[in-house]
């Protein structure tokens, strides 16, 4: 790489976490031509990988790694080996020659969700308290179309957590629009929504949830320009781009724009957080009905959950632009709770799926 000798022959590879603080040096012509963007990896890809860590492994004829694969998006090729490793080993502690299907769900909970913590003592007060806060979540993230399906609630403790909502998207997804966020903003909101609704106290047991949606509301104000104060970016980023952790950001603005700032988010915060109000009383009974399960069976899956709120969630196939006609129109959610509100004296629950 000298620029005197030409090595003719000899093809040099090499990786960084860190492209934006590459010499520039290295990436003259001649020198490293070619730059390949190692994303995370897709549905095939996940399969392929599986493919390769399984491939020591007996597998039972039960295991599909297709299902699997389609299963675990966002994963990484280390959070695949991690997973197939923990099957392996939960396996072996069974005393079985093979892994079976059941042990590959149980140990991708455990990558999710983190370790069952079954021996820690919890009160029924305490347990109540998680199953009502658990039972928001899910109730709201399968009554709005735009969240994530729930892949399985729990209320035996996990990792740091007392209970656990965890949500699976459909697919593979690359870019973010603004419905999902805020979507996303009313189930994380709606943890501490139902304390208050249903037990009229509320608890410490929220302070994750609210770290993560102010997180999303400043992230829609100041980078991706979904507030009311336009398309702009607010603060210069030194991002640790391999880590995705903002390193330290410099502030570009005024103290009134900062000011501004901090309303839109409050403003985001608090529209989703009075949606999550709305849609659990409306439906209060169904979630008292999730709550009791929760703490009957301790763990729901998503056919549980939505046997109880009667909702079923399926990718819509059909990409509709603005203005265009579908040709049977569906009645949504939101078009349902808004001729609701018109009408003002629905009876509770009646914005089931009528199909
Ligand atoms: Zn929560």
Same mark, same amino acid.
């Given at each position: 790489?000298?620029?005197?000798?030409?090595?003719?022959?000899?093809?040099?590879?090499?990786?960084?976490?860190?492209?934006?603080?590459?010499?520039?040096?290295?990436?003259?012509?001649?020198?490293?031509?070619?730059?390949?963007?190692?994303?995370?990896?897709?549905?095939?890809?996940?399969?392929?990988?599986?493919?390769?860590?399984?491939?020591?492994?007996?597998?039972?004829?039960?295991?599909?790694?297709?299902?699997?694969?389609?299963?675990?998006?966002?994963?990484?090729?280390?959070?695949? !080996?991690?997973?197939?490793?923990? *099957? +392996? @080993? %939960?396996?072996?502690?069974?005393?079985?020659? /093979? =892994? $079976?299907?059941?042990?590959?769900?149980?140990?991708?909970?455990?990558?999710?969700?983190?370790?069952?913590?079954?021996?820690?003592?919890?009160?029924?007060?305490?347990?109540?308290?998680?199953?009502?806060?658990? !039972?928001?979540?899910?109730?709201? *993230? +399968? @009554? %709005?179309?735009?969240?994530?399906?729930?892949? /399985? =609630? $729990?209320?035996?403790?996990?990792?740091?957590?007392?209970?656990?909502?965890?949500?699976?998207?459909?697919?593979?997804?690359?870019?973010?629009?603004?419905?999902?966020?805020?979507?996303?903003?009313?189930?994380?909101?709606?943890?501490?929504?139902?304390?208050? @609704?249903?037990?009229?106290?509320?608890?410490?047991?929220?302070?994750?949830?609210?770290?993560?949606?102010?997180?999303?509301?400043?992230?829609?104000?100041?980078?991706?320009?979904?507030?009311?104060?336009?398309?702009?970016?607010?603060?210069?980023?030194?991002?640790?781009?391999?880590?995705?952790?903002?390193?330290?950001?410099?502030?570009?603005?005024?103290?009134?724009?900062?000011?501004?700032?901090?309303?839109?988010?409050?403003?985001?915060?608090?529209?989703?957080?009075?949606?999550?109000?709305?849609?659990?009383?409306?439906?209060?009974?169904?979630?008292?009905?999730?709550?009791?399960?929760?703490?009957?069976?301790?763990?729901?899956?998503?056919?549980?959950?939505?046997?109880?709120?009667?909702?079923?969630?399926?990718?819509?196939?059909?990409?509709?632009?603005?203005?265009?006609?579908?040709?049977?129109?569906?009645?949504?959610?939101?078009?349902?709770?808004?001729?609701?509100?018109?009408?003002?004296?629905?009876?509770?629950?009646?914005?089931?799926?009528?199909?």
């Amino acid at each position: 790489m000298d620029g005197f000798d030409s090595n003719e022959g000899i093809i040099v590879i090499a990786a960084t976490n860190r492209p934006d603080i590459l010499d520039s040096a290295l990436l003259r012509p001649g020198r490293f031509d070619r730059r390949i963007v190692v994303n995370m990896p897709d549905v095939k890809g996940r399969e392929e990988i599986l493919k390769v860590h399984t491939r020591k492994i007996p597998l039972d004829q039960d295991v599909d790694l297709k299902v699997i694969a389609r299963s675990t998006p966002g994963f990484s090729g280390a959070d695949l !080996a991690n997973l197939v490793n923990e *099957a +392996a @080993l %939960i396996a072996a502690r069974k005393g079985q020659d /093979k =892994v $079976t299907m059941a042990d590959m769900e149980y140990a991708k909970d455990k990558v999710l969700m983190g370790v069952e913590r079954r021996s820690m003592i919890i009160s029924d007060e305490e347990k109540k308290c998680t199953a009502v806060h658990e !039972a928001g979540h899910a109730l709201v *993230a +399968a @009554l %709005i179309p735009e969240a994530d399906p729930i892949h /399985k =609630v $729990t209320i035996i403790p996990r990792g740091l957590a007392l209970g656990v909502t965890q949500q699976l998207p459909l697919d593979d997804r690359y870019t973010y629009s603004k419905d999902y966020l805020e979507a996303q903003l009313s189930v994380l909101l709606a943890g501490r929504v139902a304390e208050q @609704l249903f037990l009229n106290k509320i608890t410490t047991g929220a302070a994750s949830d609210f770290e993560k949606a102010t997180e999303i509301a400043r992230k829609m104000v100041c980078q991706w320009g979904m507030s009311d104060l336009g398309p702009l970016t607010f603060g210069e980023r030194d991002d640790l781009i391999f880590l995705g952790r903002e390193l330290a950001a410099h502030r570009n603005f005024s103290e009134r724009t900062a000011e501004l700032i901090d309303e839109e988010v409050k403003k985001i915060i608090s529209r989703n957080y009075h949606r999550a109000e709305e849609l659990l009383k409306k439906n209060r009974r169904k979630l008292i009905r999730l709550a009791k399960a929760l703490l009957e069976k301790e763990v729901l899956d998503s056919d549980e959950i939505a046997q109880i709120v009667g909702r079923i969630k399926k990718p819509k196939p059909t990409i509709i632009f603005p203005g265009e006609k579908r040709i049977s129109p569906q009645p949504t959610l939101a078009t349902t709770i808004a001729k609701e509100r018109t009408s003002n004296s629905g009876p509770e629950e009646s914005n089931q799926e009528q199909s």
